[in-house]
């Protein structure tokens, strides 16, 4: 076996400076945004809270999750897909995920809401 050693004369590696691409926002200029931390402090069994939690992490600035798939849910919880339509259907009953759909085009959704159907 072979090992590398670094000669003194070699200088170490130095990343470059983290400098932002894009001029930072201010507060006042962000979005209103969707903030899923009232999901910790539900009183659910783990496997539903981790969903929940995906449909959450999913979502956009107002909490809609258009057109979620089930295989990449379970690939992302460990879950398997029947399951995720399982515990979905038991979210939409308890009122932490509401039915989107669209009339005028084919899209569909859920919106991910607070405890019984509260944002």
Known sequence: MRLFV????????T????????PALEAADL???FDPSFIWALRLDPLT?????????AADATGRVLQP????LAARTGLLPASVRALT???L????????VEDDSEQ????????????
């Open 31 to 33: 979005p209103q945004t």
């Open 93 to 100: 009953d308890r009122g932490l995920l509401t039915m989107l």
């Open 89 to 91: 259907r038991a979210l």
């Open 6 to 13: 670094r000669q003194r004369s070699q200088k170490r590696f």
């Open 69 to 72: 798939d089930p295989h990449g």
């Open 49 to 57: 809270k981790l969903l929940l939690l995906a449909y959450a992490d």
């Open 15 to 22: 990343p470059p400076s983290l400098t932002p691409c894009r």
């Open 108 to 119: 569909w959704g859920f919106r991910v809401t607070g405890e019984e159907g509260r944002l």
